[in-house]
């Protein structure tokens, strides 16, 4: 069964530092998503992907994110100047169109020290 | 704003029983919705997707919506170990748009 690839599993950085979050799509997809689910809390709703930009973000999604489809397979997540608040698991998701569910990758635990 | 409301649990039952999970939501725009599985550190896994109000059945699986009460609930028969999971509920006004999770239910099923 196709499956949403993401890599690292986990990623220490040190506050301050940037990070780059990879994600391999469904391949025949075209819609990706970032979410993120800090522990013990809900899944949050970061960015949406669509058509080589981005289609809606959160408040989450800042200044200090950004996404990029670099080519044509990779989906990444970029922070560039970690925080604290910033530990979480990220999940990278995607559909084949904007009328089914997600689905999602095994995530990346990220721990910003 | 709490959108979406899930009952935490943790839920336990025996191997065999029926299960009933249920969210709320206050968002009467919402549309769109969906039930996941997530195993520990895992990422969700979609069960079922369902579009306005009604029922959708899927192997052991039932999802129904009541739009006019705000209320969503999935049905597991004949409940196995290997459905041992959090269930969250999830839903969105639009297609494609982010969804809106509820914080989902821990459900323990012993054999």
């Known amino acids: ?113 | 704003q709490k959108e979406v409301e899930q009952d935490p649990g943790p839920l336990s039952v025996p191997e065999g029983a029926i299960v009933s999970l249920n969210c709320t939501y206050s968002n009467s725009a919402f549309q769109y919705f969906m039930w996941y599985r997530q195993y520990s550190r895992k990422g969700p896994e979609l069960l079922m997707y369902t579009y306005s109000s009604g029922n959708k059945e899927d192997g052991r699986f039932t999802a129904q919506v009541d739009k006019s009460s705000k209320y969503i609930s999935l049905f597991i028969r004949d409940s196995q170990p290997s459905d041992s999971a959090t269930y969250l509920c999830a839903m969105s006004d639009q297609a494609g748009t982010a969804l809106i999770f509820g914080k989902g239910t821990t459900l323990s099923v012993s054999s």
């Open chain 1, 1 to 113: 069964e196709p499956e949403v690839t993401q890599t690292p599993s986990h990623q220490v950085t040190q506050m301050g530092q940037e990070v780059i979050l990879r994600c391999v799509p469904i391949s025949n997809h075209l819609y990706f998503y970032w979410y993120r689910q800090i522990l013990g809390q809900k899944v949050e709703f970061l960015v949406s992907f669509y058509n080589n930009e981005i289609s809606e973000k959160s408040e989450i999604f800042d200044d200090q994110f950004s996404v990029e489809r670099p080519d044509g397979s990779n989906f990444t997540l970029k922070i560039r100047s970690t925080k604290l608040e910033d530990s979480a698991m990220y999940f990278c998701a995607s559909s084949e169109t904007d009328r089914q569910g997600y689905t999602f990758g095994s995530g990346t635990r990220l721990t910003v020290v």
